[in-house]
């Protein structure tokens, strides 16, 4: 008899990818934190650990981090990838797994993608489409009365 394995057909992560992701993530932060780096760029580095993806199989991570202020993003970025085998020793005695993953680290995109949307509800464009029905007017507690909201509702009588 052959066993199958279950998986996600919407391929969303398991509770065990997003209970040893999270476990990896706040151990790298407090790694991050404590540790005093050869690398004066990581030493003097405010890192975020903001997100952990494991592989289905549990054998990569994908770490996202940001440095505080966005500042030297890649050269960061870089210097984390390069002590990957530096950090992956320190994680081995801060969580408890079968197989430590291989740490890949990238840089995490969704603050960018945080103010570019921002940006895009405060253009001009937006606003202008956001604007209230010109029919309506507007009373000075907030409220909003429309004028002929009356007249379309008569049936004849």
Do not use: C, W
Request: glycine share 6%.
């Amino acid at each position: 008899m052959t066993r199958r394995h279950l998986t996600h057909r919407d391929h969303s992560p398991s509770q065990r990818q997003l209970r040893v992701a999270e476990d990896i993530r706040h151990a790298l932060a407090r790694i991050l934190e404590r540790t005093n780096f050869r690398d004066p760029l990581l030493a003097e580095a405010s890192i975020t650990v903001s997100e952990v993806r494991l592989s289905p199989d549990l054998r990569q991570a994908t770490v996202y981090v940001m440095p505080l202020g966005g500042a030297n993003q890649d050269p960061v970025v870089a210097a984390l990838n390069h002590a990957t085998s530096f950090l992956r020793g320190n994680l081995a005695h801060e969580v408890r797994v079968k197989f430590l993953p291989t740490l890949v680290f990238t840089l995490d995109q969704t603050f960018a993608e945080v103010s570019r949307v921002t940006e895009l509800l405060h253009s001009p464009n937006v606003a202008r489409d956001l604007k209230a029905d010109p029919s309506a007017e507007s009373e000075g507690d907030g409220t909003v009365l429309i004028s002929g909201a009356d007249e379309g509702n008569s049936h004849g009588a």
